[in-house]
């Protein structure tokens, strides 16, 4: 049973008495409880809307005592009950209004309630026919090879796409209309492996974990992290170009 964060104050302001924190103090604070925790993951939450830290006059973030059982609330509804961070922000605010939320049941080791492994419990994504993703793109099977052997797009063993194939089809096709052909997007190709790469570096330990709940938030944290390096690499290319995107 989750309590409700005490104190009554809204979110980033400090009862009379109490001290506000670094983001290092509250780190520490955490990571007893959720020994993978970062900075990182902390400033993510931040930005997600999910706690609102106070700023000094210098821009530093300070945390209140309730802002730090907010985290570990959060914290705990990922790791133990696997819910995305849109129902974590739903029920949070629940809680704030003083009502009672329901969660999903847990097993005795606070994973899945029937103990099965994580990577398990973890949805069927339904892979697309050849078919199914020239129709869905509106491209042709010429076109479709033609990306198939730049790398740009590939099968697995069986035939089947991923369903993130067609947003991939369509933006080629988009950016084929600037006359950027599939040889020039090897380059875009292989910054993502690579970025991949770094995210794969961070949770492969997590992955091998025997516990199924950090199995489990290697996942969370491998989605974290993407939604990071696409923010960073957004924000690196508009620099480069002087541009800003609305």
């Given amino acids: ?14 009862a009379q008495g109490e001290r506000p924190m670094s983001i290092g103090t509250v780190l520490t604070r955490l990571r007893d409880e959720f020994p993978e925790v970062t900075i990182s993951k902390i400033r993510f939450l931040e930005a997600e809307g999910l706690v609102e830290p106070m700023r000094s006059p210098s821009g530093y973030r300070k945390f209140t005592p309730h802002d730090v059982e907010r985290l570990a609330l959060v914290l705990r509804m990922q790791r133990d009950h696997y819910l995305p961070l849109k129902v974590i922000r739903e029920q949070l605010d629940a809680l704030e209004r003083g009502e009672q939320i329901q969660l999903p049941a847990q097993g005795p080791q606070g994973g899945p309630a029937d103990g099965a492994d994580a990577a398990d419990d973890r949805p069927t994504v339904r892979r697309l026919g050849r078919a199914e993703l020239l129709a869905a793109a509106e491209v042709t099977d010429e076109e479709l090879g033609e990306w198939e052997s730049y790398g740009l797009l590939a099968a697995d063993d069986s035939g089947g796409y991923d369903p993130e194939a067609v947003t991939v089809a ?50 969370a944290t491998a989605k974290e992290l993407a939604e990071l390096s696409v923010r960073l690499h957004t924000v690196l290319v508009q620099s480069a170009l002087g541009v800003r995107l609305t």
């Fill in 170 to 219: 369509r933006l080629v096709t988009d950016l084929g209309r600037f006359g950027l052909e599939p040889r020039h997007l090897r380059a875009m190709k292989a910054s993502a492996e690579r970025d991949a790469g770094l995210v794969e570096q961070v949770v492969a330990p997590l992955r091998r974990h025997r516990n199924p709940q950090t199995r489990a938030h290697a996942e």
């Fill in 1 to 14: 049973m989750l309590r409700t964060p005490q104190g009554g104050a809204g979110h980033g302001t400090a």
